[in-house]
C-alpha cells in the first residue's frame, strides 16, 4: 500500500504519544528494578581468620609474604583501620559474634579460653543468634569451621540456627589428624563425628565452596571459621608434629616451635581458600547478590606482623585486639576504600541483621551498631566508647583515648599520638583517666562477674 510522505509523518505523529508512553515505561520498570534490587536481601558470607594479626595481610602491610585474594577483596569494598575484635581470645569474641553482645554477658564468654577438658560450660540453647535471627527471616544457614562454644550437642551449632555443621568443637586442632588438644577426634559433620583425610583449611574451602554452588530458592547466610592460622604451625605439605599427651589440658604450651616460612604456607592456604569460595560466588552467578565480611577473632601469636602497635593475642594492648576488617558487597559497599570508623565484632552481627531485614528490635537489642549507612559512604559514628575485659585486665577506647588496666598499674593513651601504646597520658590528664575508669565501672556492673579474682 502506497501512502504519500505527509500521511507517514501524520502516522509518526499520532504514534508519538504511544512511542513516549513505552518509553517512559521502560525507564520507570528499569528503575524499580533497581530499586527492588537493592532491596533484595544478600547471601551474606562471614570469614573469620583464627589467631590473624593486624598486619598480617599483605593489604595491611605484611612484607615477607603476599595475600593476593584476601587483598581483592579489600580492593573491591572497603578496609578497616580500626577495627577490633570483642575480646584477645578465642572463645569470647565467637561469643560476641554469634550473639551480638558483649561476651561478658555469659558465662561461656567468661572462658579465656575455652579448654577442651571443661565439659560443664557451653552456649546455652535458647538465646538469640546471628544464625537463628536469621534463619527466621527465612535464610538458609551454614557454619563452617570452628565453634568453640561448647562440647554437649545442645550448646552446638546445630541448636543454635545454624542448619549445618561441618568443623571442630574445640580451639586448636591438628590440620590433618583432626584431633583436639587431648588427642580425641574432633570433626563433625553436625552432631556426628566423622573422619576425613585432608588438610583442615583446604576441607573448609571445599565444603564452604560446595555449599555456594547448591542451588536453593532461598538467601544463604554461610559463617566460615577458619582455624588458620591458629597453632599448630602445620602447613598443607606438613609441619611440626604435635604429640598429644592423656590428660593434658594442651599438648605442649600453645605457640611452640614452628618458623616464619610455615606461617607463610598456612596463611597461603588461607587466602587461597579465600579465592575460591570467592570465585564461587561469581560462577554461581551471585557476586553482586552477596555481602562478604572478612575479619579475625583476636590479634596474632609469635608470627604475625603487628606494626606499628605492641602487645600479641592475650593482650589488651592493640596488638591483641586491633584485627582486620574487610566487608565487600558489590553496588552497595564503595570499593577501595579506606575507613577509620572504629568496629567492633558485635557490629558485624548487627549489620549483618540490618542487611537481612531483620526485626529492628532484634538489632536494639545488641551491644554492636549497623555499620551498613557507613559502609554505604555515610559520616562515621564517632560517638562511641568500646570495653573489653579479661584475665586482670581492662580496657576503654573512646575517641582517641584508650584507658588500660593491667593488675594494679593505670594507663591512658593518646592513639592519635601513639598507636604503639608507649606514653603514658594518665597524670597529664587525671580528669580523662577518671572519667573512663568510671565509665568501665558502669558497664561492668551491667556484666557477670569475672571467674578469676581481681
Known amino acids: 500500500?502506497?501512502?504519500?510522505?505527509?500521511?507517514?509523518?501524520?502516522?509518526?505523529?499520532?504514534?508519538?504519544?504511544?512511542?513516549?508512553?513505552?518509553?517512559?515505561?521502560?525507564?520507570?520498570?528499569?528503575?524499580?528494578?533497581?530499586?527492588?534490587?537493592?532491596?533484595?536481601?544478600?547471601?551474606?558470607?562471614?570469614?573469620?581468620?583464627?589467631?590473624?594479626?593486624?598486619?598480617?595481610?599483605?593489604?595491611?602491610?605484611?612484607?615477607?609474604?603476599?595475600?593476593?585474594?584476601?587483598?581483592?577483596?579489600?580492593?573491591?569494598?572497603?578496609?578497616?583501620?580500626?577495627?577490633?575484635?570483642?575480646?584477645?581470645?578465642?572463645?569470647?569474641?565467637?561469643?560476641?559474634?554469634?550473639?551480638?553482645?558483649?561476651?561478658?554477658?555469659?558465662?561461656?564468654?567468661?572462658?579465656?579460653?575455652?579448654?577442651?577438658?571443661?565439659?560443664?560450660?557451653?552456649?546455652?540453647?535458647?538465646?538469640?543468634?546471628?544464625?537463628?535471627?536469621?534463619?527466621?527471616?527465612?535464610?538458609?544457614?551454614?557454619?563452617?569451621?570452628?565453634?568453640?562454644?561448647?562440647?554437649r550437642p545442645e550448646w552446638g551449632p546445630n541448636s543454635h540456627g545454624f542448619d549445618e555443621f561441618f568443623g571442630i568443637l574445640a580451639g586448636a586442632g591438628d590440620y590433618f589428624l583432626h584431633k583436639n588438644g587431648l588427642g580425641q577426634p574432633d570433626l563433625y559433620e553436625n552432631v556426628t563425628p566423622v573422619e576425613r583425610n585432608g588438610y583442615l583449611t583446604d576441607l573448609l574451602t571445599d565444603r564452604a565452596v560446595n555449599y555456594v554452588k547448591k542451588r536453593r530458592l532461598a538467601p544463604f547466610f554461610l559463617s566460615l571459621h577458619y582455624t588458620a592460622p591458629h597453632w599448630p604451625w602445620q602447613g598443607p605439605k606438613g609441619g611440626e608434629t604435635v604429640t598429644f599427651t592423656d590428660k593434658t589440658i594442651e599438648p605442649v604450651k600453645m605457640g611452640v616451635g614452628g618458623s616464619l616460612k610455615l606461617y607463610a604456607e598456612m596463611m597461603k592456604s588461607l587466602d587461597d581458600g579465600v579465592g575460591r569460595v570467592m570465585q564461587s560466588i561469581r560462577t554461581a552467578g551471585v557476586d553482586r547478590k552477596t555481602l562478604v565480611i572478612f575479619t579475625s577473632d583476636n590479634g596474632g601469636e609469635r608470627f604475625s606482623y603487628q606494626w606499628p602497635f605492641s602487645g600479641e593475642k592475650g593482650d589488651l594492648l592493640e596488638g591483641g585486639i586491633r584485627v582486620p576488617a574487610i566487608v565487600r558487597w558489590p553496588g552497595v559497599v564503595p570499593a577501595n576504600r579506606i575507613t577509620q570508623q572504629v568496629a567492633i565484632t558485635m557490629d558485624w552481627t548487627a549489620t549483618m541483621l540490618a542487611a537481612a531485614k531483620a526485626e529492628a528490635s532484634a538489632i536494639r537489642s545488641l551491644d554492636g551498631i549497623d555499620l551498613l549507612p557507613v559502609l554505604k559512604g555515610g559520616s562515621p559514628v564517632r560517638d562511641r566508647t568500646l570495653f573489653w575485659r579479661i584475665y586482670n585486665r581492662d580496657a576503654v577506647r573512646q575517641g582517641k583515648w584508650k584507658f588500660l588496666r593491667d593488675g594494679e598499674v593505670r594507663r591512658l593513651f593518646d592513639l592519635s599520638l601513639d598507636q604503639r601504646e608507649q606514653a603514658d597520658f594518665s597524670k597529664k590528664f587525671p580528669d580523662v583517666l577518671q572519667r573512663l575508669m568510671s565509665e568501665f565501672d558502669k558497664w561492668n556492673e551491667q556484666m557477670l562477674p569475672r571467674l578469676r579474682a581481681n
Open 1 to 151: 500500500m502506497k501512502i504519500t510522505r505527509r500521511k507517514f509523518v501524520q502516522s509518526l505523529a499520532a504514534g508519538a504519544p504511544f512511542l513516549s508512553d513505552l518509553s517512559s515505561s521502560a525507564t520507570t520498570h528499569f528503575a524499580q528494578a533497581s530499586s527492588a534490587a537493592k532491596n533484595l536481601r544478600p547471601n551474606i558470607i562471614f570469614i573469620l581468620a583464627d589467631d590473624l594479626g593486624w598486619g598480617d595481610l599483605s593489604c595491611y602491610g605484611r612484607p615477607d609474604y603476599r595475600t593476593p585474594h584476601i587483598d581483592s577483596l579489600a580492593l573491591q569494598g572497603t578496609r578497616f583501620t580500626d577495627a577490633y575484635s570483642a575480646s584477645a581470645v578465642c572463645t569470647p569474641t565467637r561469643c560476641g559474634y554469634i550473639t551480638g553482645r558483649y561476651p561478658a554477658r555469659f558465662k561461656i564468654g567468661l572462658e579465656e579460653p575455652l579448654k577442651a577438658t571443661n565439659l560443664d560450660v557451653g552456649l546455652e540453647p535458647g538465646h538469640p543468634t546471628i544464625a537463628s535471627l536469621l534463619k527466621q527471616t527465612g535464610y538458609d544457614t551454614a557454619l563452617l569451621g570452628k565453634w568453640h562454644l561448647g562440647f
